[in-house]
C-alpha cells in the first residue's frame, strides 16, 4: 500500500544522501514537491500518481529527483541498500569507530593496566568521560565544525574531567552518585552541540538530535542484547571443550564491546538517516498510546493498592525514574512527528501522555517536599526537588502549548521552538547537580 509519506521522507533521504544540498536546501524542495502534489491531488489525481509524477517534474530542478522518479518506491530500500556507493564512502567514519571503541575501552582499561587501583566511586564519576569525548570527536570530523567550536566541546570535557576528580569524596557519598548520575547527561548535550555542527542554535537541528537520541537509545538496547547473547554463547562453547572464558568475557569482552555498542549506534542511527527510511514516525505511534494505557492502569491501581510515594523512598525513586522516562518518549513523539503532517488522534495522545506526566510530576514533587519536611535536607531530596520543578514547568508550559496548537492558535513549529530552548534549562541545572552540588554539600 501506499504512503505518501513515507515516499516523501525517502525521497528527501535520497537528496540527503547525494550530499549536493544543505538542510534549508531540502526543506525549500521538500516544500516545493508538496505544493505539486496538493495541486495535483486536487485535479482529482491519486496520492501515488501525484507524488510520481510531481517527482518527475521535480527532475528539472534537480537530476536526483529524476533518477528517484525511475525507481519503484516498492523497491525503494532495495536500491538503497544495495548502493555500494553509499558504503564505500563511509569506510573511514567505519574505521573511526573501531579506532575509538578500542581506545575507550584501553582507557577504562588503563588505571589495571598500570598497576593502579582504583575503587568504585572513581568510574561511578567517570564511566562517561571514557567513551562520550570520542562520540563527540567522531561527530566534529565528520561535520567538519570549525576550531573555535571544537576546542570548547573539547575544552568543557577536559573541565570536567579535572574538576570532578579534584573534590574529594566523603561518607555517605551523596554528591559523587549525584554526579554519576547527571554528569553523562550533561556531557550527552554537550555531544549534541558535536552532533548539530555550526548549526546548534537552529531549533530544528536540536530537534534532530532529541529524535537521534531516542533512536540511539533503542538501537543501543538491541545492540546491547546481541552482545549479551554473544557473551553467554561465547562462554557455554568454550565451556564444553573445559575452557574457561568467564573472566575473560566480563573483563575484557564486556568492557570493549559496550565502548563498540556506543560508536556502533551513533554510526549506525546517523548512517541510517541517509540510508533508509525514518523510522521515528513509526516507533513514536506505537510507543506513546502504550506508554499512556500502562500509566493509566498504574496511577488506577496505585490509588486503589495505597501505595504511596510519601512513604516508601524507593518507590519515590521508581516514580521519578518513571517520570523521566515519559518525559523521554514525549520529547521523541514531538522529534518525530512532521511538520506538514495534519493534526490527528496521536496529537491528542501525545497531549494526553503529556498530562498523566504531569499528574505524576505534581505527586513526586509533593511527595519530595514531605520528606524534606518530616526527615530533613539531604543532596539526594534538593536534587528530585530542583529536577522534579525543572520538570513541571516544562510539562505545563508543554501543556499550554499543545493546547493552542490543536486549537489552531500557533503552528507546531512554535511548541518545537520552546522546548529545544527548554534544552538549556536541563543542562544548566545538570551542570549545577554534578558540579556545585558537592561544593554546597561539602563533598558528603
Known sequence: MFELESSIRSWTDL?????NCTESDLLELEDHLRDEIEDLMSAGLTEEESFL?????MGNVNAISNEYSKINSANLWKYLMMDSK???????QIILVILFSLIAGTLFKLPEFLGFSFDELFFIKNFSLFILPFVSIFFILKQKIKYKISFIILGIFLISAII???YPSYSPYHTVILTGIHLPIFLWLITGIAYTGSKWNENKERMNFI???GESFIYGVLITCGLGVLSVFIMFIFSAIGVDLESFVSNYLIIYGMCGVVMITMYLVEAKKSIVENFAPILAKIFSPLFL???IIFLIIMIFSGKSPFIDRNFLIGFDLM?????GLVLYVISARNLHERKNIFD???LALIITALIIDIVALTAILDRLQNFGVTPNKVAALGENIVLLVNLVILVWQYVRFLSNKIDFKVLEKYQTSYLTIYAIWLGVVAFVFPLIFRFN
Not at 15 to 19: A, C, F, I, S, T
Not at 86 to 92: E, M
Not at 323 to 327: R, S
Request: proline share 0%; glycine share 2%.
Open 86 to 92: 553509499i558504503y564505500s564512502k563511509n569506510h573511514h
Open 348 to 350: 491528542y495522545l501525545n
Open 15 to 19: 537528496l540527503r544522501e547525494k550530499g
Open 211 to 213: 529524535r537521534f537520541t
Open 164 to 166: 570532578i576528580n579534584i
Open 293 to 295: 494505557i500502562t500509566m
Open 53 to 57: 509524477i510531481s517527482v518527475k517534474r
Open 323 to 327: 517520570l523521566v522516562l515519559i518525559l
